[in-house]
């Protein structure tokens, strides 16, 4: 099922359309300049103090050349590193960027235990060499109605249960992200219940559209949009799709999530982009694109209706908001 699996809601196979690797990485882009690769990374490192031709990451893929399966344009590198929720950091979006800067994400480890035959503490390292990845464009539906189309790379989170093996108990996957005030200074805020914490029913996280994403345009995930290692969910609000996960655990029970402890009322559990369910204080009916002006219509399950339905046959999406 899983190589020749193709999204249903798409009227063709998205690669057809953007062959992988029809742009150049930032390290590509670099090597085509004979900027060895040593070097290169180097200059990553001090990326700030570029100029801005070799600033600004893939700039070169030219404009709406990348598209998801409805035939949107991707947002660019700058907007996808610029706009960010990542409140371990900050509330303030387009500051998440500079105060998550420096953070370190290396060495990191991703505990996974509980309902499994084969309980692994896997490095990223680990991760990266044991599960080709590949590039997945997705929409980013935010619940506070933004969104954006962003070119991850990463890899099914099938592949890694697949590998620890849940036991038939197994329910739900309950995801945690790091816990280090020192290194995440809005953790400070001691008004959230840090960690931040995810959880996922078992057969919603062994859907193929279900990924963890380790990179995106081609480069290493930044540090704004959850390095080392996050999970990207696309049906569902982007609050679901947690940044900067250590620990991943099998349960019989339902997980609390940071949102719904501190609101029950505004983020449910299930969390799927939904135009007739209304959040409490405003419209989910449309949206805002990033780098557009207007708004769209915001689509069933984010526009991955005919992928994921089936698995809320039956429920009441009213009351499992
Ligand atoms: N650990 C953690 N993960 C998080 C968040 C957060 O504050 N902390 N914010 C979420 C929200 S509300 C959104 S919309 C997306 C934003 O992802 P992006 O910044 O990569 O676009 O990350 C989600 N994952
Ligand atoms: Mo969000």
Redesign the pocket.
Known sequence: MKNDWKFKSAPIDPSEITPRGSYLSRRDFLKSLGIVSASAAILAACAPNLPDTADAGPQEIPEGSLTDELGDPVNSYDE?TN??????FTTD?QG?ARLAADFESRPWSIEVSGLVKNPKTYTIEDLLERFPQEERIYR?R???AWS?V?PWEGFEIAALLNEVEPTADAKYVRFE??LDSDRMP?QKASFYPW??Q?GLRLDEAMHPLAIFATG?YGEPLPN???APF??VVPWK????????ITRIELVDYQPDT??STIAPNEYGFYANVNPQVDHPRWSQKTERRIGEIGRRETLMFNGYEQDVAYLYEGMDLQENY
Do not use: D, H, T
Not at 83 to 88: A, V
Not at 238 to 243: L, R
């Open positions: 996808i706009y960010n929720n990542y409140y371990e979006k998440v980013l935010c619940v506070e954006m962003i992200a790091l809005g960690p931040y995810e995106l704004q949009n959850g996050r999970l609000y982007g609050f679901k799709s947690i940044k900067a940071l949102w």
